[in-house]
């Protein structure tokens, strides 16, 4: 079955970018929704955007100006690029995939990754 | 922008009933369907119900979605609680301009 794994730098600076990959195996990208969604220590998911496979985007609105998601169809890996990072960035981040029914399901998780931000 | 509002926390005794709410604070609740998820500590969340009130492959019948337009709220109620139910549950829905909303979670205590 489809599984997914996060990774990427554990700590970051102040000011920088944030920047994690996630590789898919055991399926197909299609007709998927592929997702980042984060965690804050102690608090609750935070929706972070997609990726359709067929390219498309989609991000929160209040992340919307830093945020970068793309899909490496040839490597099957989904990235996530999140400028000027602050303290408030700081969380576990998870990629997941996505399919709709009726309303986009995140049916598959990766383990998750953590990041904090600090210098 | 949408809101879905979870109580922070609820408990029961093993064997009890227990209902989670998420209240949507714009449109109606029937506007868009709800997706429930259940994360215990240190792993990612699974679904436990989606679409207002499928179970997800492998959930036992004990999980139950609902819908209520009164209140315009869904509820996710777990019968028969057993120790392994203890963990935060989410809700999640949408709306014209967030496809991907989350509530704030419920932390459940089973006594």
């Known amino acids: 079955q489809v599984q997914l794994r996060e990774s990427g730098p554990g700590l970051v600076k102040p000011s920088e970018t944030l920047s994690l990959t996630c590789d898919v195996s055991g399926g197909s990208l299609s007709p998927n929704y592929w997702n980042w969604i984060r965690q804050p220590p102690g608090k609750g998911l935070e929706w972070v955007g997609y990726i359709y496979y067929s390219g498309s985007t989609n991000y929160n609105p209040s992340l919307q100006s830093r945020v970068t998601i793309s899909l490496d169809t040839s490597k099957k890996q989904l990235s996530l690029r999140l400028r000027s990072v602050t303290a408030a960035d700081t969380a576990v981040y998870f990629c997941a995939r996505g399919v709709f029914r009726g309303l986009i399901e995140m049916d598959v998780w990766g383990k998750g990754t953590t990041v904090t931000v600090s210098s | ?111």
């Open chain 2, 1 to 111: 922008n949408l809101m879905l509002t979870q109580p922070h926390s609820v408990s029961e005794s093993p064997g009890k009933t227990v209902t989670i709410s998420c209240t949507r604070s714009s449109g109606t609740i029937t506007s868009s369907f709800v997706h429930w998820y259940q994360q215990r500590p240190g792993s990612a969340p699974t679904t436990v119900i989606y679409d207002d009130n499928i179970r997800a492959s492998g959930v036992p019948d004990r999980f139950s979605g609902s819908i209520d337009s009164s209140s315009n709220s869904a509820s996710l109620t777990i019968s028969g609680l057993v120790a392994e139910d203890e963990a935060e549950y989410y809700c999640q829905s949408s709306d014209s301009s967030t496809p991907v909303v989350f509530g704030g979670g419920t932390k459940l205590t089973v006594l």
